[in-house]
C-alpha cells in the first residue's frame, strides 16, 4: 500500500483515516451501507468521470479511488 503525502486537488473525501471515515459512514453500518457509500464515492471520483487519463485530477482520483476500495473491503470483511 503506497502513502499518498501530496495534495489533491479533489475535495470532498478524506483517504488517510479508517475505513468507515473513507467511505463517509458509521463504524456500524451494514453491509448494505457500506456498498451504497461505495458506489456513491466511486460515481463522484472515479478517473474515468474526473478528468482525462494523465491529467493531474485524473492522478488524484486514482489514489481515491484505490482508499476507497480498500476500505469498502477492509468493512465487508470484517462483517
Given at each position: 500500500m503506497k502513502r499518498f503525502e501530496g495534495v489533491l486537488r479533489l475535495e470532498g473525501i478524506r483517504i488517510d483515516g479508517s475505513p468507515h471515515e473513507v467511505l463517509g459512514i458509521s463504524a456500524a453500518a451494514t453491509p448494505a451501507q457500506v456498498?451504497?457509500?461505495?458506489?456513491?464515492?466511486?460515481?463522484r471520483f472515479h478517473p474515468d468521470r474526473v478528468g482525462r487519463p494523465g491529467s493531474r485530477e485524473w492522478t488524484d482520483a486514482q489514489i481515491i479511488a484505490e482508499a476507497i476500495n480498500r476500505a469498502k473491503e477492509a468493512l465487508l470483511k470484517k462483517s
Open positions: 456498498q451504497k457509500a461505495y458506489r456513491e464515492l466511486m460515481k
